[in-house]
């Protein structure tokens, strides 16, 4: 099978033209890992869940397990421009070739047994096919949607890691933090390992109602058995950018280890959360035997080469047809993840030092709190509204009609990524800063559209 068939599958079960039941289809994913030889079995590592964070957190525990010596599988979601994003090797996507070879078999399985699945579950077996092919042991994967239910959770992961619980996916999941709470939670099975980010009260009390009816469990939780300041230090040198973030450094402290002066390069002060909360979960997996304690100073170097695209990620010399200027990618999805990354948006757009405020461009999926996502950010900014190429993407005069009505900036609309780009680039100017937010698909599709290879 080639590469493009994988992808035109994919799209296919995505758009369930046969309407089958969600629950139906997650419930299959057991019996494929089955029929597959149970590939799940051979793997080690940690699950990570949440509604905001999950990424980052599997970026910085990539980096600290390798720093450890471990070779190891990564499965990020959801992709930003390919599907094979989702199977890394040390942090590194798998080839086309590869993706496609793992994914065949797969599918074969699919068709041969009537197993018809969700795409996260087309997802997670792929992965642990690959990994099972390349020799790999010890994994780090992200859940979609939820936990208990996530696709990535059959994989039977002892160590698992919460990030933080917001409002997303209440269609799915439900309408108050204490039941999203329960849904990521009920992941947790006897006698894993489970680190706990900073959770809101409401959702911390709905977690230990879950925890409680556990056995066997260890639980490290975020300002009690973990804690973490940051600081900023000195540069060294640096690329004479005025964009240049200052440096911070992070000391983490759990009941394993005391790790002082870690790097963090992403961006926002939220990065230090979850730096903090993905070495928590790499000790759990020292404690456990999975990994040896990594050596401080590949530890730190290690962590200060630790990229994670499209979160807060500036192209400060985008080009755009004639255009050039600066584009700010952020993959928000929601009002909490926005409210997070305000602060960035708004040092960026002082930054640009010019009388031109910054233009967003913004698309959502169907059901999203359009209005809360831009109630942290000023109102006098120019919007141009459109959509991605998912069956779930709203309509940009959806999205218009769900704007709060006191919007003072102009708002227009565009078809597509592209040219919701070039209409941006229009407004802001020559040298104009362009803020990309709202959905990762949408991340994704401008940085095809800026010709920047997958990542």
């Not at 096919?129 to 010890?138: I, K, S, Y």
């Not at 540069?235 to 759990?254: A, E, M, N, Q, S």
Request: hydrophobic share 45%; charged share 25%.
């Amino acid at each position: 099978m080639d590469y493009q068939r994988c992808v035109d599958i994919l799209a296919r079960i995505h758009e369930n033209p046969h309407k089958l039941r969600r629950t139906a289809r997650q419930a299959n994913v057991p019996r494929l890992l089955e029929v597959l030889g149970s590939p799940e079995r051979a793997l080690r590592g940690m699950l990570v869940v949440g509604t905001n964070g999950k990424g980052s957190t599997c970026a910085f525990a990539v980096s600290a397990m390798a720093a450890a010596g471990a070779r190891v599988g990564s499965m990020p979601s959801p992709h930003l421009q390919e599907p094979r994003e989702r199977i890394r090797i040390d942090g590194v996507p798998v080839t086309r070739a590869e993706y496609s070879a793992a994914f065949d078999e797969v599918w074969r399985a699919i068709e041969q047994h009537g197993l018809p699945v969700l795409a996260q579950g087309v997802f997670a077996a792929t992965a642990a096919v690959h990994f099972r092919r390349a020799g790999v042991t010890l994994a780090v994967a992200e859940a979609s949607i939820g936990g208990s239910r996530a696709a990535a959770a059959e994989l039977g992961l002892d160590v698992k890691v919460v990030t933080g619980v917001g409002l997303d996916h209440t269609r799915l999941l439900g309408g108050s933090l204490a039941e999203i709470a329960r849904a990521k939670i009920g992941a947790v099975r006897d006698g894993d390992h489970v680190v706990l980010g900073r959770l809101a009260p409401e959702a911390a009390a709905a977690a230990e109602e879950v925890l409680k009816e556990r056995t066997g469990l260890t639980v490290w939780r975020m300002d009690h058995e973990i804690r973490y300041t940051a600081r900023t230090v000195e540069r060294d040198g640096g690329d004479g950018d005025d964009d240049d973030d200052p440096t911070t450094v992070v000391d983490v402290v759990t009941p394993r280890a005391v790790h002082r002066d870690l790097p963090c390069p992403l961006s926002g002060a939220h990065q230090h959360h979850n730096l903090a909360t993905a070495i928590a979960a790499v000790d759990a997996m020292a404690e456990r035997g999975d990994v040896p304690d990594p050596d401080d100073e590949q530890l730190r170097a290690r962590l200060a080469a630790t990229r994670w695209p499209g979160r807060l990620e500036l192209l400060p010399h985008a080009r755009l047809g004639g255009w050039t200027g600066r584009v700010l990618l952020e993959g928000a999805t929601n009002p909490q993840g926005v409210a997070t990354v305000a602060a960035e948006f708004l040092r960026h757009a002082r930054a640009a030092d010019r009388s031109t405020p910054p233009v967003q461009v913004f698309a959502a999926m169907d059901g999203k709190d359009v209005s809360g996502m831009f109630a942290p950010l000023p109102s006098d900014w120019p919007l141009v509204l459109t959509r991605t190429d998912s069956h779930r993407a709203a309509d940009p005069a959806a999205l218009h009609g769900r704007i709060a009505p006191g919007r003072q900036g102009p708002c227009l609309t565009a078809e597509d990524t592209p040219s919701a780009l070039h209409r941006a680039a229009e407004l802001a100017g020559p040298g104009g800063l362009i803020l990309v937010f709202g959905s990762l698909r949408l991340v994704g599709e401008a940085r095809t559209a800026l010709a920047l290879p997958p990542a």
